[in-house]
């Protein structure tokens, strides 16, 4: 999940992304200052538009919201209170966490792709890699599927040449860190970092 604020480009208007990566027709429902995205042909809930919001959450942000779990639960209660039943769920996990690669295997379909098996310690990733430096046993950084990065790009599940790939394994540059080495490459780690553990130490 990730939420938007800002005021000065789009209005009053809290955005919650509950899916990423949707790219299904979108329908919506309204209830009072609510508005309710849902997919409709399965019915699952895309997201919410919040109008009005800092009438009712005291909102300090523009552009991405850092989340916690009290306002997720203040989200909820405006979500509530509107007359839907949806209840968001707050993910404490870090959205960049260090990663190490179990495995690497050339890509079927792309020579200069490839294939990686990534622990993050809650859990184990598939993904495609274009890097030229990756390689098995390294330390990295992942991004993992909702992250929005520097660029504004939100990372989302993906088939990349019919292989599909769950979160993005990281460079400098794309991280934004200052002195990133221009050359393509992924950013790899001291071994001495711990697997799951979050990169900016939030």
Do not use: W
């Not at 991405?64 to 968001?88: M, W, Y």
């Not at 809650?122 to 330390?139: F, K, M, R, W, Y």
């Not at 950013?187 to 697997?195: A, F, I, N, R």
């Amino acid at each position: 999940m990730n939420i938007f604020y800002n005021k000065e480009g789009i209005g009053d208007v809290l955005i919650v992304q509950a899916v990423i990566g949707n790219a299904g027709p979108i329908q919506v429902e309204k209830k009072e200052s609510v508005v309710k995205l849902l997919n409709p042909e399965t019915g699952e809930t895309l997201g919410f538009n919040l109008f009005q919001i800092s009438e009712r959450i005291d909102i300090d942000a523009t552009g991405q919201v850092d989340l916690s779990k009290n306002l997720v639960d203040e989200v909820n209660k405006v979500i509530k209170n509107a007359g839907f039943a949806d209840v968001l769920t707050f993910d404490d996990r870090p959205n960049f966490v260090v990663g190490k690669v179990i495995s690497k295997e050339k890509h079927p379909n792309a020579d200069k792709l490839s294939v990686c098996q990534v622990d993050i310690g809650s859990e184990t990733l598939q993904i495609v890699c274009g890097a030229p430096n990756v390689e098995e046993d390294q330390h990295v950084v992942v991004a993992r599927v909702g992250a929005v990065m520097p660029s504004g790009m939100i990372i989302k599940d993906a088939q990349l040449r019919g292989v599909a790939s769950s979160g993005m394994i990281c460079s400098a540059r794309e991280l934004d860190l200052p002195h990133a080495p221009q050359k393509k490459g992924i950013l790899v780690l001291d071994d001495s970092k711990t697997v799951g553990e979050d990169f900016f130490g939030k």
